[in-house]
Nanobody
């Protein structure tokens, strides 16, 4: 069992930065790939980024590549999402998720555990 708690969301102006954190409890964290997803009002949830169990590999959505960076600290059971050059279209609730295995993936079906989400609002 893994429990996930996101933090770090808020209101920021376009061009600004935020860093999201996801604190995990449960002994499987260090063996699980972790992902970030987001859902904007009226839209389906979409993949943002994923990182392997070791932190050595990451994949990103095209829309955030070059602006967002996912990282993890297995000693702290925490995964991060550094978001730079934010745009109004990045406004969404951001969710952290833990996969059943250690390989990063954009497929939401591969993630068994989900956090409650944190709101990110980017003003123009």
């Amino acid at each position: 069992q893994v429990q996930l708690v996101e933090s770090g969301g808020g209101l920021v102006q376009a061009g600004g930065s935020l860093r999201l954190s996801c604190a995990a409890s449960g002994r499987t964290f260090s063996s699980s790939a972790m992902g970030w997803f987001r859902q904007a009002p009226g839209k389906e949830r979409e993949f943002v980024a994923s990182i392997s169990w070791s932190g050595g590999n990451a994949v990103y959505a095209v829309s955030v590549s070059g602006r967002f960076t996912i990282s993890r600290d297995n000693a702290k059971n925490t995964v991060y999402l550094q978001m730079n050059s934010l745009k109004p279209e990045d406004t969404a609730v951001y969710y952290c998720a833990a996969s059943d295995n250690g390989i990063p993936t954009s497929r939401s079906i591969m993630y068994r555990y989900w956090g409650q989400g944190t709101q990110v609002t980017v003003s123009s």
